[in-house]
């Protein structure tokens, strides 16, 4: 599985916009890109997942380039709420489902 | 519909003692994970199982950790006897197979807070 390398930490106020880039240079093929939130004192839960271009849902947006490189977690207008460790993994689609986590980045969203 | 439930969901237990952490996963998924927490890092696969099955094992230390998923249903994790290293959180995760399609999704317990004093 390819390597990520995402931002130990990051900080941003209440409605501001945060982008958080992941690389993961030998993403292979068949390989999709999953982003993961946890707060505090909970397990891990899916945010997104994509495999080229643009994705979006109701709770943020992911951005992925041509060569897949790297990806971008685009959180639109944050809250304190927001403030959490944010994991970007990437997963062998078709076989068999093997989440691998790095240390993620760890967002505090201030007043 | 219910999550992933673990329990209990704190235990703290004096080195050298025996301890068990119980999941039951979402109805009908077949793929079962058990994970560990340390305190600012990610969580790290102990075992997966395909229904009944351990199927990836490798990064559970097996001198003194074992697990069991009867009817590939529910599922124990076992660490006997505890060393203070072996202080973390262990998540329990599951996911279901879809047998020509991407499994985008496991679904995480809460997690078990072990503290070995």
């Known amino acids: 599985l390819a390597k990520t390398t995402q931002p130990i930490s990051m900080d941003s106020y209440e409605g501001q916009e945060v982008n958080i880039t992941c690389s993961h240079n030998?993403?292979?093929?068949?390989?999709?890109i999953t982003w993961y939130q946890q707060f505090p004192s909970q397990g891990p839960r899916f945010i997104i997942q994509?495999?080229?271009t643009k994705v979006t849902n109701e709770v943020a947006s992911l951005f992925i380039p041509a060569d897949r490189k790297s990806s971008t977690l685009s959180l639109p207008r944050v809250s304190l709420s927001d403030t959490a460790v944010y994991y970007c993994l990437v997963a062998r689609g078709g076989g068999s489902y093997i989440p691998t986590f790095g240390r993620g980045t760890s967002l505090i969203v201030h007043p | 519909e219910a999550g992933v439930v673990q329990s209990p969901r704190y235990k703290i237990i004096e080195k050298k003692q025996p301890v068990a952490f119980w999941c039951n996963p979402i109805?009908?998924?077949?793929?079962l994970y058990w994970y560990r927490q340390n305190l600012g890092q990610g969580p790290e696969l102990l075992i997966r199982?395909?229904?009944?099955?351990?199927?990836?094992d490798s990064q559970l230390p097996k001198d003194r950790f074992s697990a069991e998923r009867l009817k590939g249903v529910d599922s124990t994790l076992k660490i006997q006897p505890a060393e203070l290293g072996d202080s973390a959180v262990y998540l329990c995760?599951?996911?279901?197979?879809?047998?020509?399609?991407?499994?985008?999704?496991?679904?995480f317990g809460q997690g078990t807070r072990l503290t070995v004093v």
């Open positions: 995760a599951s996911s279901l197979e879809g047998y020509g399609t991407v499994r985008t999704e496991a679904f």
């Open positions: 109805s009908g998924h077949n793929t």
């Open positions: 030998n993403i292979a093929t068949n390989d999709y």
């Open positions: 994509g495999y080229k």
């Open positions: 199982y395909e229904n009944e099955e351990a199927v990836d």
